[in-house]
């Protein structure tokens, strides 16, 4: 018996073949289905980049909303 045909060759060959959700969508849903399958491409492209920068961002944007309510907590005292 070869490695090709056991259970666990076999299983790992169908989850690489699924298409996952697109084989069940309906046909008046593929343009969304789409904007989605793109979207997933590129989080598993730039996923870790894209992620970090957007932390970094919010980070800056938290600190910047925290030192103008700290100024404007400031000047009222």
Do not use: C
Not at 9 to 33: D, K, N, R, T
């Amino acid at each position: 018996m070869s490695d090709d045909g056991s259970p666990e060759a076999v299983a790992e060959q169908s989850a690489q073949q699924a298409g996952g959700l697109g084989e069940i969508i309906p046909e008046p849903l593929m343009p969304v289905w789409n904007q989605v399958e793109k979207v997933q491409a590129f989080r598993r492209t730039h996923g870790e980049k894209y992620v970090g920068a957007l932390e970094l961002l919010t980070a800056l944007a938290l600190a910047g909303g925290y030192v103008w309510w700290l100024l404007i907590f400031l000047e009222l005292l």
